[in-house]
């Protein structure tokens, strides 16, 4: 599961911290997401009752780095109002002292607004290696004497101990927070100047119903070294709050309680002996260890992460290396989200897979069949309205139903309470996309969330 969706630190996760953060200075209505359309439902749980518009909600068909996805968000914006001012936030950064950081984004908004593309500097805490670094040139001085800010001289890509040293011993260097502040229209400007294949595919979005037919076209690549290394109009805010965007051992050593060896344990967790490890799980499983030294242990319902505790940085290396052997765990997760409910897959092998659906009240799944595979559910608690070829009956706690391949079927749950059904899938083929669907309630939304 993406990092921005877990609740890592305290009941609320990284998303909806930030959504959080920015409340008094953004209305709900002018919040936007651009995110992989494979998130829709999982991020439209998250935000659920923020007063949020689910059309503020930009799907990306493909990911392509940082430029397009915040041009994309800049296309649609700068349409509806040429003066807007954009604020770029990562979803999955962890900031204390709110108040402070609500004080630097109004000095950037006050900024942007001169024309000028700012950015939070944080004030670097350690040598750190985890991130990349931005100079500032004290010789510049900005012509708005109101703010505290500079001029930016370079963006430094993350650097090795010996240079992560430098930059800390040196007043001039601060953190690159990727949090972003312009007027969209000066930002499109920049886009086009030293963009210009990007600029043109975007000129061609409208609408969001113009974002497939674009996406396929647009390269890859990030603002950093799209826009950020090459523009001349770039303004540093120096923010010193407490930042991290939870990628590292020593981000998480300082957020989490250790015991005496330095351990962290978040998770239920049984240990003899060891040191300096950090064991992370928000499932129901045991984990045991013995004896280990310098070492993260992840564990999701997904995937198990094991690794030296001096490489955490590494982690998106082994992103990457999933995404280009396109292995399923990159995209596809055990608990999936849907405008209807959820359904977790428990357990998949050759020629069977079984999943826990669960329905909630007053909601249905569209009438569909499959023409690979038959399915067998069991209500393990609520009830059940069911459809199988024509035939309509209520199915209580404890009830089966088989639904031969072919035939059409429908579940629907009519009550106040979560319907909860096992089902078993029987057949050569059990992936997602064989399903024809008749009658969908939920048609528009998954069509442009799909």
Request: positive net charge.
């Amino acid at each position: 599961e993406p990092k921005q969706f877990i609740k890592l630190v305290n009941e609320k996760s990284l998303l909806q911290d930030t959504v959080t953060r920015v409340k008094g200075l953004i209305k709900p209505k002018n919040i936007y997401f651009i995110t992989n359309n494979i998130y829709f439902y999982e991020l439209k749980e998250q935000i659920k009752g923020q007063g949020i518009p689910d059309e503020n909600i930009l799907l990306e068909p493909e990911g392509k780095n940082t430029a397009p996805a915040i041009g994309l968000c800049a296309r649609l914006i700068e349409k509806k109002d040429k003066d807007a001012v954009l604020v770029v936030l990562p979803s999955d950064h962890y900031i204390k002292n709110t108040n402070y950081f609500k004080d630097c984004l109004k000095k950037a908004i006050g900024l942007a607004n001169d024309g000028l593309l700012v950015t939070l500097g944080i004030k670097p805490a350690n040598p750190s290696t985890g991130y990349g670094y931005i100079k500032i040139d004290k010789r510049l001085k900005i012509k708005n004497k109101k703010y505290n800010a500079c001029m930016v001289e370079k963006f430094l890509e993350k650097p090795d101990l010996e240079k992560a040293k430098q930059y800390f011993r040196d007043k001039r260097f601060y953190w690159n927070s990727g949090m972003f502040i312009w007027k969209a229209s000066v930002f499109m400007d920049e886009v086009q100047k030293y963009l210009p294949h990007l600029y043109a595919q975007l000129e061609a979005i409208h609408s969001k119903d113009d974002i497939r037919k674009v996406w396929r076209r647009i390269r890859p690549i990030s603002v950093d070294y799209g826009i950020m290394e090459h523009s001349k109009r770039i303004v540093l805010i120096p923010a010193s709050f407490y930042w991290t965007d939870l990628g590292s051992w020593e981000a998480l050593s300082e957020i989490f309680p250790k015991d005496a060896k330095e351990n962290i344990f978040n998770a239920d967790c049984l240990d003899i002996g060891s040191e300096r490890i950090g064991v992370f799980s928000k499932g129901k499983r045991l984990i045991s260890t013995l004896g280990l030294k310098d070492l993260i242990i992840a564990d999701t319902a997904d995937a198990l992460l094991v690794c030296d505790i001096n490489r955490t940085q590494d982690v998106k290396k082994m992103v990457e290396k999933l995404r280009s052997l396109k292995r399923k765990e990159h995209l596809v997760h055990l608990t999936e989200k849907r405008p209807w409910g959820s359904f977790t897959i428990l357990q998949e092998g050759l020629g069977f897979k079984i999943k826990l659906i669960e329905i909630a009240p007053k909601k249905r799944l569209s009438l569909q069949r499959h023409k690979k595979r038959a399915e067998h559910w069991v209500v393990v608690s609520g009830q059940a309205k069911i459809t199988i070829g024509g035939k309509v009956f209520t199915a209580h706690k404890n009830r089966s139903v088989y639904v031969p391949m072919g035939f059409k079927h429908r579940l629907e749950n009519t009550t106040r309470t979560p319907a909860r059904i096992v089902e078993v899938q029987v057949g050569a083929y059990l992936g997602e996309d064989d399903i024809e669907r008749f009658e969908d309630d939920f048609k528009k939304e998954c069509r442009t969330a799909i």
